[in-house]
């Protein structure tokens, strides 16, 4: 499998075991520690699916998913350690593909 993927995650540690466990799986993985960077990734470059922390150093996650729906709807999984119902909703609508609250159940991960 030569699947591209994106974590925007600024915990190191979590952004270090999520590309173990996704290159272990065979996935292509890019990583991204800000808004900033990430957005140059997607600009630069194509990727299948985005693992996206909601709460970043310099913006707001979702933000990233509203500004390039295109790249982006149905292939990205929200994450976050502060889950609402309404940031839920709101992912969602703005077309992610999943929301899953940290710590993170690898399962849920490949559902």
Known sequence: MNTRVLIIEDEIS???S???LLELKRFKVTEAGDFKNAEKKLIS???EIFILDLRLPDKNGMELLIKYPEKMEGKTIIITAHAT???AVEAIKNGAFSYLEKPLDEELLFV
Do not use: A
Request: glycine share 0%.
């Open 14 to 16: 979590l952004r270090n």
């Open 18 to 20: 999520l590309k173990k």
């Open 45 to 47: 470059d194509t990727f």
């Open 85 to 87: 119902i309404q940031s």
